[in-house]
């Protein structure tokens, strides 16, 4: 006689739908950890019931090592296409994640989950889960069942800091991100720059270096025109508003659809663009008593002399005598010409 006798004894007994143990019917999370999926072990019925109604009798617990938090399940559901899978549905707030991380978006530790149910309270009001025979058996109470975390990094790239390039016609945008590269990597949308109020059309947007730990996580703008360096009151601010479409948004690259970054309004960027502006004399005039000549640059310079033909890289022509001045110092100090912040080089002269 081959038949399991302890089957036909089950069959005809009903057995009660388990969770099931075997490592290829795993209870499991969603990649968002907005679900779980538990999977039941049921010899003698072709399903579970009731579909809904029965998350008051389950109690999620997750844990960050030893701080745990236990939620309840907001719904349940049985999809007819995997009838001994009872799917718990959890809040956005009560979402399971992968790991906890730090204010770099470092992972740090690792969320476990675990499932109970609740079998003998609540009386009437809230259904107990069974088989679907026409003679029911119900599946017994169970604590800490752990579950299997799929979820994916949940954590979406969050804005840094931003600053423009050298030369005035890139914008860079810096985000913290522990899963680069930072989706799409081509073909960015959504944000705006401005100058003093004045916008600077941006003709591409792409991520750095998408093989980059470190750059794949910062987003070029191209520029149309220059930004100015900055004078002190030309800002330039950086505003960031996210596509209708999921697939234009600044995501991480684990696609979870809950990682997209949130909008910008009016940051503002650094400028770093070099004073790209030529000193210029507005003044020149010799002292009333010394043997010296003044000169007023408009333009704050970083070297105390000028190309010229003289040591010092200054030249002053004497016309009247037909012959250069010998300079025998420069020195250079800021001052104020009509109004205007200047710096000022005198130039002492023999006479």
């Known amino acids: 006689m081959n038949e399991d006798l302890r089957n036909t004894f089950i069959a005809f007994s009903g057995a009660s739908p388990g969770i099931s143990t075997s490592l290829t019917n795993l ?41 745990a938090t236990t939620v309840t399940p907001s719904s349940t559901f049985v999809d007819a296409s995997a009838p001994k899978t009872l799917q718990l549905i959890l809040a956005d707030s009560d979402r ?27 009386g009437s009001t809230v259904p107990q889960l069974s088989d679907n025979d026409t003679q029911k058996s119900f599946v017994s109470s169970f604590t800490g069942v752990g579950i299997s975390n799929l979820t994916k990094e949940s954590n979406p790239p969050v804005f840094n800091y931003s600053t423009t390039s050298t030369d ?6 810096y985000y913290t991100e522990a899963t680069p590269p930072l989706l799409p990597t081509t073909n960015i949308s959504g944000f705006a720059v401005s100058q ?33 360096s900055d004078d002190g009151t030309n800002p330039v601010t950086l505003t960031y508003t996210p596509p209708a479409s999921d697939f234009f948004k600044i995501k991480d690259s684990t696609g979870t659809g809950l990682t997209y970054s949130v909008a910008l309004s009016g940051v503002a960027v650094t400028n770093l663009v070099a004073d790209r502006s030529r000193p210029v004399v507005i003044n020149a005039q010799t002292a009333v008593s010394a043997p010296t000549l003044f000169l007023n640059f408009f333009v704050t310079m970083s070297e105390p002399t000028l190309p010229g033909t003289s040591a010092t890289g200054f030249s002053i022509y004497h016309v009247e005598a037909e012959e250069y001045k010998d300079i025998y110092s420069v020195t250079d100090s800021s001052t104020t010409y009509n109004g205007f912040g200047v710096t000022q080089y005198a130039l002492a002269v023999l006479s």
């Open 27 to 67: 209870s499991y999370t969603s990649y968002d950890g907005k679900r779980i999926y538990l999977n039941f072990d049921d010899i003698d019925s072709t399903g579970l019931e009731p579909a809904t109604g029965l998350q008051l009798r389950f109690s999620v617990t997750k844990k960050f090592g030893a701080i």
């Open 196 to 228: 003093n109020n004045s916008g600077i059309a941006i003709t591409n947007g792409y991520v750095l270096d998408p093989s980059s730990a470190s750059n794949g996580k910062v987003v070029v703008l191209q520029l149309s025109g220059k930004i100015d």
């Open 96 to 122: 399971i994640v992968d790991y906890s991380y730090n204010g770099s978006g470092v992972a740090l530790t690792a969320q476990t989950v675990f499932v109970s149910y609740n079998a003998t309270g609540f």
């Open 168 to 173: 005035g016609t890139k914008v860079f945008v």
